[in-house]
């Protein structure tokens, strides 16, 4: 049984990529008989080609996921570089991972809120240091060149990559390498450098790859914060799939594919970058400089990733004051009342959306859970390493969710498989494996040998000193995996909406609906609510093994 | 037929008996077994679910019809009609011609155009429905006429709009009453309106109520566009929008993303004149705190763009007798009126109130006017919608001019 997993896990996920790529390639080439697209033809891309602006849209794509990757990878790495483990750093880190639990969009909302010529910064400053009585007409969402959208994407990356090189680095034993660059007489941050980043940075790598290819093709972000004259072209792709003129549909396959492309093509140029940073930093690697550089990094490292977190929570207090508000106008720094007014409205809405977001989170998450230890424990009984084909459970993080999820419809209506709960799920475990893959793999492996031989010494069988040796040992990340898987599943909005035909709605869902109405309060109410579910995870995967008294500090964390 | 061969008429017989497929769509003339069959279905009436009013009132059915008719009503909320379209066609593409997971659309304009193109629609039945003759339609073309198509039974009329303005009192004491007006209004005001981005619904009706003012070549708007010298007759609507736009908000380089988005950028203070397609959209604003009690609505001088908003049954939906039934319900004076009443939703009714009887009347009886409400006789100028086609035309040619900063 144990031996079928990876097979299955790779099957679970490489097929409905693949039938999905299949049902946009299609018609991208101009086969779609039931608006009369019979044969093979190249009108689809030369009339995506005509759509004014449709360069700068791939430029934008391209560069805010190259950009957005790289500032935040830089924050993180100069954070872990300056980090001392003192009080200050333990409690940002803790900051750090619920907010990784919160949706983008939310995020993005509140974003916006923050940064507008009409928002809570531009408030706390106006009349009294500004002078300005209405809100200056300045564009600072929206941007031609996405900027707001690429701080947008900073926010969210930050925390998960965060998370993801704490739970790499333990491996790399970063104490001793920095005891001894210290010895030799290497200042922290710069030693921290050149010993410890260098081999950290591989095990990173495919976070950071599902990163860019997140970024180039997001699109509650983009819609939000994005530019619109002319959108990116993930937001354009989704409104040439909606478009009423359902012609339409052959271009917007062909745009799909395109992002496809997009999104490669980003993350060749990123390999291509990694090959010339490693190049250009071999020489100050071992040029023995042990202290150039030393207090800017330290400041740098401390203050970036402190910033972007205070950033993103007070994103969340505006979206929280609103969700309270009566009537508030710029340049009020409060509003004129509070009320519970809309919070009121939506509690009776919330129920069913509440339980199936709960329904759906969990289920997919507890499948995603036992495939990937089973994978893992299979890796460990038959002593193997890790199979190059498990590159392919990244798949779905990697090709863009607009590029396939509208040709998998299809492929799924032809199976005569009806929208569903089920279908919903099993879209969602999609999504939820790699994340879980990624967040535990790591730890699972590098578990101490000695635990399990001890155990099998004693006499006991592999499947006892698995459930009862390995399971308790590795409770904290399994947990921390759990809360991720969680919160992936909580996030995502296509997939739900797309294979439930709209009828399984969850919080997510709900809060898109709502959100094309534009009302900001209740928007602030279902954004809050659609991160305080993944929030209760996360305190739940924190809090648990203390609760269950393992308390086993130096083993896994 | 011009052969009575009695070998052919059985051919043509049992040809037809095969046409009709296993599970046989219900008659709507035959209203009773409609009713009938329609009893414990379930319908997934799938309409925008951006407005909380909307939403309750759609709850509100949705608890009626299970009482009344025991069908059960489940209200999928889109974010934009345009994806409900999608599915269908995704669906048909597949080969599910019986089995859809859509029963009824709330619909009208362009999708509906669309739909009917290609062959995505049931009926005809709407005018089979026992309330349909409540909307004396042959007095009030516009239940079956939506953009110059006639609907010809393929969709039944649920509400009205009509592009309304609204401005703040406090900020401006005479809005504007044309489109030359609001040239100059803006030229004194830069920055203080906007409309929403093209391909927007809202932005696009815009497009059009600034074309039919300012073309002298209206009639042929309510023609196809390719009937017409696109370049000739949209040439005034260019030439106003070049001097309009650096004058807009953000000097029109960027614009609110739709219609809703206008509200809460006058919400914020960044604009002082908005206009929405539902009339009482302001009032609403108002009494949920999102717009100042200064707000006042009006109607250009001229007259605005109104249309009426319709449900659809999909061709592929297994439950075409709830649909109707639905359909039918939406229709009757007392779902019309709840619709209609402020405190509910505020959309206008399609039903020709004064043909109904005295008592059926005073359900639609409103109380006190909001102060930022529309006067009662201020949408009797609605200007009918031009020709579909023209709404992608100009959509396109938007875009090709200013889509691009």
Redesign the interface.
Same mark, same amino acid.
């Given at each position: 049984m144990l031996r079928l997993a990876p097979a299955l896990i790779i099957a679970l996920l490489v097929l409905p990529v693949g039938a999905g790529l299949m049902m946009v390639l299609l018609p991208a080439f101009g086969y779609?008989?039931?608006?009369g697209g019979h044969g093979a033809s190249l009108a689809p891309w030369q009339m995506l080609f005509d759509?004014?602006?449709l360069g700068?849209s791939v430029m934008v794509s391209f560069a805010s996921g190259l950009v957005s990757t790289a500032v935040a990878l830089v924050i993180v790495v100069l954070f872990l570089a300056a980090s001392r483990g003192t009080w200050l750093d333990r409690g940002i880190r803790r900051l750090v991972s619920p907010l990784l639990a919160i949706p983008h969009a939310a995020i993005a909302f509140g974003f916006a809120f923050l940064i507008?010529?009409?928002g809570l910064v531009a408030r706390l400053i106006s009349p009294s240091l500004t002078g300005w009585e209405?809100?200056l007409?300045?564009?600072i969402i929206?941007?031609?060149w996405g900027f707001s959208l690429m701080a947008g994407l900073v926010l969210k990356e930050v925390p998960f990559l965060l998370l993801m090189s704490l739970a790499a680095l333990p491996q790399l034993a970063p104490e001793r390498r920095l005891m001894l660059a210290r010895s030799l007489g290497y200042s922290p941050t710069i030693g921290w450098l050149k010993t410890v980043c260098p081999s950290l940075y591989p095990l990173i790598r495919l976070p950071v790859y599902a990163v860019i290819a997140y970024a180039t093709s997001v699109v509650d972000m983009a819609?939000i914060l994005g530019?619109?004259?002319?959108p990116t072209l993930s937001v354009s792709i989704l !409104?040439w +799939?909606?478009?009423?003129?359902?012609s339409q549909?052959f271009m917007a396959s062909a745009a799909a594919v395109l992002q496809l492309g997009v999104t490669v093509a980003a993350l060749l140029c990123w390999w291509l970058l990694e090959q010339l940073i490693r190049s250009l930093t071999r020489y100050w690697l071992i040029n023995g400089s042990r202290q150039r550089g030393e207090i800017i990094l330290r400041l740098v490292g401390r203050s970036a990733l402190l910033f972007s977190s205070i950033t993103a929570l007070a994103a969340l207090v505006g979206l929280g004051l609103f969700s309270l508000?009566? +009537?508030?106008? +710029?340049p009020e720094v409060l509003p004129q009342m509070l009320?519970l007014?809309h919070w009121q409205? !939506?509690g009776p809405?919330l129920a069913t959306p509440l339980i199936n977001t709960a329904l759906i989170g969990l289920i997919s998450t507890a499948l995603a859970t036992a495939l990937v230890l089973a994978t893992l424990e299979n890796e460990h009984r038959q002593h193997i390493q890790p199979k190059r084909a498990l590159w392919l459970l990244y798949l779905p993080l990697l090709v863009p969710q607009i590029a396939f999820l509208?040709g998998l419809?299809?492929?799924?209506?032809?199976l005569?498989i009806?929208?569903q709960l089920g279908l919903v799920i099993a879209g969602h475990l999609l999504f939820v494996l790699p994340y879980v893959y990624l967040s535990l793999a790591e730890t699972y492996r590098r578990l101490d040998p000695r635990w399990l031989k001890v155990a099998r010494s004693l006499g006991v069988s592999r499947s006892a000193a698995f459930w009862r040796v390995r399971l308790p040992l590795l409770l904290a990340p399994l947990l921390t995996a759990f809360a991720v898987g969680l919160a992936v599943s909580i996030g995502q909005y296509l997939p739900t909406?797309l294979l439930g035909?709209?009828?399984v709605?969850t919080v997510t869902?709900?809060a898109?609906?709502?959100?094309?109405? !534009?009302?900001?309060?209740?928007i602030g109410v279902w954004a809050l609510v659609q991160a305080g579910l993944p929030l209760i995870g996360f305190i739940l995967a924190l809090g648990l093994p203390r609760l269950l008294g393992t308390h086993r500090r130096d083993l896994a964390t | 037929m011009p052969t009575r061969h009695p070998l052919r008429l059985a051919i043509a017989i049992t040809m037809l008996a095969f046409t009709v497929p296993a599970s046989a769509n219900p008659d709507p003339s035959d209203w009773q077994s409609v009713v009938a069959q329609a009893e414990g279905q379930t319908v997934?009436w799938?309409a925008?679910?951006?407005?909380?009013r909307t939403?309750r009132y759609i709850d509100w059915v949705a608890k009626q019809m299970q009482a009344q008719y025991d069908v059960e009503v #489940?209200h999928?909320?889109?974010?934009?009609t345009?994806?409900?379209?999608?599915?269908v066609?995704?669906?048909?593409?597949?080969?599910?011609n019986d089995?859809g997971?859509?029963d009824l659309i709330w619909i009208n304009?362009?999708?509906f155009?669309?739909m009917r193109e290609?062959d995505l629609l049931f009926g005809p039945f709407a005018e089979s429905l026992p309330h349909f003759a409540l909307t004396n339609a042959t007095d009030n073309p516009e239940v079956v006429t939506d953009f110059t198509l006639p609907t010809e039974g393929y969709e039944s009329p649920w509400g009205k709009a009509q592009i309304t303005f609204y401005y703040d009192s406090a900020q401006t004491e005479t809005p504007p009453q044309d489109m030359q007006a609001l040239l100059a209004w803006a030229k004194d005001n830069?920055?203080q309106f906007s409309y929403p981005?093209i391909?927007d619904f809202t932005g696009s009706t815009f497009l059009k109520q600034a074309l039919i003012e300012l073309t002298d070549q209206e009639k042929a708007l309510y023609q196809p566009v390719s009937e017409s010298d696109f370049e000739a007759v949209t040439e005034p609507l260019w030439a106003y929008l070049d001097a309009l736009h650096p004058h807009l908000?953000?000097?029109g380089?960027?614009?609110p993303?739709?219609g809703?988005?206008l509200?809460?950028l006058m919400?914020?203070?960044?604009i002082s004149l908005a206009f929405s397609f539902y009339p009482t959209d302001a009032a609403v604003a108002v009494m949920?705190?999102?717009?100042?009690e200064s707000v006042r609505s009006y109607v250009l001088e001229g007259g605005t763009l109104g249309n009426v908003h319709f449900v659809a049954i999909p061709y592929n939906s297994p439950h075409k007798a709830g649909a109707m039934v639905l359909a039918n319900f939406l229709l009757s004076p007392e779902a019309q009126a709840q619709k209609q009443s402020l405190a509910m939703w505020g959309d206008r009714s399609v039903l020709d109130i004064e043909q109904l009887d005295a008592e059926t009347q005073t359900l639609f009886e409103q109380g006190d006017r909001h102060p930022s409400e529309l006067p009662a006789d201020a949408l009797s100028n609605t200007l009918p919608e031009p020709h579909p086609s023209w709404m992608?035309a100009l959509q396109n040619a938007w875009? #090709?001019r200013?889509?691009?900063?």
């Amino acid at each position: 049984m144990l031996r079928l997993a990876p097979a299955l896990i790779i099957a679970l996920l490489v097929l409905p990529v693949g039938a999905g790529l299949m049902m946009v390639l299609l018609p991208a080439f101009g086969y779609l008989p039931t608006l009369g697209g019979h044969g093979a033809s190249l009108a689809p891309w030369q009339m995506l080609f005509d759509q004014p602006g449709l360069g700068r849209s791939v430029m934008v794509s391209f560069a805010s996921g190259l950009v957005s990757t790289a500032v935040a990878l830089v924050i993180v790495v100069l954070f872990l570089a300056a980090s001392r483990g003192t009080w200050l750093d333990r409690g940002i880190r803790r900051l750090v991972s619920p907010l990784l639990a919160i949706p983008h969009a939310a995020i993005a909302f509140g974003f916006a809120f923050l940064i507008a010529p009409s928002g809570l910064v531009a408030r706390l400053i106006s009349p009294s240091l500004t002078g300005w009585e209405r809100p200056l007409d300045t564009l600072i969402i929206n941007d031609p060149w996405g900027f707001s959208l690429m701080a947008g994407l900073v926010l969210k990356e930050v925390p998960f990559l965060l998370l993801m090189s704490l739970a790499a680095l333990p491996q790399l034993a970063p104490e001793r390498r920095l005891m001894l660059a210290r010895s030799l007489g290497y200042s922290p941050t710069i030693g921290w450098l050149k010993t410890v980043c260098p081999s950290l940075y591989p095990l990173i790598r495919l976070p950071v790859y599902a990163v860019i290819a997140y970024a180039t093709s997001v699109v509650d972000m983009a819609l939000i914060l994005g530019p619109n004259l002319p959108p990116t072209l993930s937001v354009s792709i989704l !409104s040439w +799939f909606n478009d009423p003129d359902i012609s339409q549909r052959f271009m917007a396959s062909a745009a799909a594919v395109l992002q496809l492309g997009v999104t490669v093509a980003a993350l060749l140029c990123w390999w291509l970058l990694e090959q010339l940073i490693r190049s250009l930093t071999r020489y100050w690697l071992i040029n023995g400089s042990r202290q150039r550089g030393e207090i800017i990094l330290r400041l740098v490292g401390r203050s970036a990733l402190l910033f972007s977190s205070i950033t993103a929570l007070a994103a969340l207090v505006g979206l929280g004051l609103f969700s309270l508000a009566g +009537f508030w106008r +710029f340049p009020e720094v409060l509003p004129q009342m509070l009320t519970l007014d809309h919070w009121q409205r !939506s509690g009776p809405m919330l129920a069913t959306p509440l339980i199936n977001t709960a329904l759906i989170g969990l289920i997919s998450t507890a499948l995603a859970t036992a495939l990937v230890l089973a994978t893992l424990e299979n890796e460990h009984r038959q002593h193997i390493q890790p199979k190059r084909a498990l590159w392919l459970l990244y798949l779905p993080l990697l090709v863009p969710q607009i590029a396939f999820l509208f040709g998998l419809i299809v492929a799924v209506e032809s199976l005569g498989i009806r929208p569903q709960l089920g279908l919903v799920i099993a879209g969602h475990l999609l999504f939820v494996l790699p994340y879980v893959y990624l967040s535990l793999a790591e730890t699972y492996r590098r578990l101490d040998p000695r635990w399990l031989k001890v155990a099998r010494s004693l006499g006991v069988s592999r499947s006892a000193a698995f459930w009862r040796v390995r399971l308790p040992l590795l409770l904290a990340p399994l947990l921390t995996a759990f809360a991720v898987g969680l919160a992936v599943s909580i996030g995502q909005y296509l997939p739900t909406q797309l294979l439930g035909a709209g009828r399984v709605t969850t919080v997510t869902t709900e809060a898109v609906a709502l959100a094309s109405g !534009s009302n900001r309060r209740l928007i602030g109410v279902w954004a809050l609510v659609q991160a305080g579910l993944p929030l209760i995870g996360f305190i739940l995967a924190l809090g648990l093994p203390r609760l269950l008294g393992t308390h086993r500090r130096d083993l896994a964390t | 037929m011009p052969t009575r061969h009695p070998l052919r008429l059985a051919i043509a017989i049992t040809m037809l008996a095969f046409t009709v497929p296993a599970s046989a769509n219900p008659d709507p003339s035959d209203w009773q077994s409609v009713v009938a069959q329609a009893e414990g279905q379930t319908v997934y009436w799938n309409a925008w679910g951006g407005d909380t009013r909307t939403n309750r009132y759609i709850d509100w059915v949705a608890k009626q019809m299970q009482a009344q008719y025991d069908v059960e009503v #489940e209200h999928v909320k889109l974010d934009d009609t345009g994806s409900a379209v999608a599915r269908v066609l995704a669906e048909k593409q597949a080969g599910n011609n019986d089995d859809g997971s859509i029963d009824l659309i709330w619909i009208n304009g362009e999708n509906f155009a669309a739909m009917r193109e290609s062959d995505l629609l049931f009926g005809p039945f709407a005018e089979s429905l026992p309330h349909f003759a409540l909307t004396n339609a042959t007095d009030n073309p516009e239940v079956v006429t939506d953009f110059t198509l006639p609907t010809e039974g393929y969709e039944s009329p649920w509400g009205k709009a009509q592009i309304t303005f609204y401005y703040d009192s406090a900020q401006t004491e005479t809005p504007p009453q044309d489109m030359q007006a609001l040239l100059a209004w803006a030229k004194d005001n830069p920055g203080q309106f906007s409309y929403p981005r093209i391909p927007d619904f809202t932005g696009s009706t815009f497009l059009k109520q600034a074309l039919i003012e300012l073309t002298d070549q209206e009639k042929a708007l309510y023609q196809p566009v390719s009937e017409s010298d696109f370049e000739a007759v949209t040439e005034p609507l260019w030439a106003y929008l070049d001097a309009l736009h650096p004058h807009l908000w953000r000097s029109g380089r960027a614009f609110p993303d739709s219609g809703p988005n206008l509200r809460t950028l006058m919400s914020d203070g960044e604009i002082s004149l908005a206009f929405s397609f539902y009339p009482t959209d302001a009032a609403v604003a108002v009494m949920e705190y999102e717009l100042p009690e200064s707000v006042r609505s009006y109607v250009l001088e001229g007259g605005t763009l109104g249309n009426v908003h319709f449900v659809a049954i999909p061709y592929n939906s297994p439950h075409k007798a709830g649909a109707m039934v639905l359909a039918n319900f939406l229709l009757s004076p007392e779902a019309q009126a709840q619709k209609q009443s402020l405190a509910m939703w505020g959309d206008r009714s399609v039903l020709d109130i004064e043909q109904l009887d005295a008592e059926t009347q005073t359900l639609f009886e409103q109380g006190d006017r909001h102060p930022s409400e529309l006067p009662a006789d201020a949408l009797s100028n609605t200007l009918p919608e031009p020709h579909p086609s023209w709404m992608t035309a100009l959509q396109n040619a938007w875009l #090709e001019r200013y889509g691009v900063n």
